[in-house]
């Protein structure tokens, strides 16, 4: 104890009981109870995502579309009304094209998309995702997809005859790279 003006001080420390073995006991139950109850559930129901024997097309495509208009060369009178710094002599459109696709399986129309562009100036990516479930064995898929708007714009187009498995996944992506749309 310290003397103190007020009067002495009486320094106190909280006591705790010590958990008994019935505590310990109802610890180790109920941690028990817990665990058995994650084990049931990480098993039980069995998830099937598709049909036992359903096979599944994916399309996934994110992709920044073309300029919906051609680029234009501005005048001397239109760059002398302009400010200094934004006498830029060629002109771009910031607007993109939508994305077009559409998917047959088989000579069925299963997919037909338009996916605008993002963005406030409608100048960002844009992106269709679908999961299509189709019976397991031999297709004849047929795609077309377009991201040009303007007169005479290409359309990117691929026929293929796939046998898919029960379970498997078919994905269908665009890429410039390995020659427009893929199938992988």
């Given amino acids: 104890m310290t003397p103190n003006a007020a009067g002495p001080v ?3 420390t909280p006591r705790h009981p010590r958990p008994g073995p019935a ?13 058995a109850f994650i084990g049931v559930f990480s098993h039980w129901p069995t998830y099937h995502p598709i049909g036992a024997n359903q096979a599944l097309v994916k399309v996934s495509v994110a992709r920044l579309g073309q300029p919906v208009g051609e680029c234009r060369r501005l005048s001397e009178a239109e760059l002398a009304e302009l400010p200094p ?30 996916a ?24 004849r898929i047929s795609v077309r997809f377009n991201d040009d708007i303007r007169p005479g714009a290409p359309t990117h187009a691929r026929d293929a ?5 029960a379970g498997q996944v078919l994905v269908i992506d665009f890429d410039t790279e390995e020659g427009g749309i893929v199938l992988r």
């Fill in 23 to 35: 505590q310990w006991f109802g610890q180790l139950v109920l941690y028990g109870l817990f665990a």
């Fill in 161 to 165: 005859v796939v046998t898919l498995q």
């Fill in 85 to 114: 710094n934004m006498r830029d002599p060629v002109r771009c459109p910031r607007e993109r094209s939508p994305l077009t696709m559409q998917v047959h399986v088989d000579d069925a129309l299963v997919l037909e998309r338009v």
């Fill in 116 to 139: 605008q562009p993002g963005g406030l100036s409608r100048d960002g990516p844009a992106a269709i995702y679908e999961r299509l479930l189709v019976p397991a064995g031999e297709h």
């Fill in 10 to 12: 009486a320094s106190v």
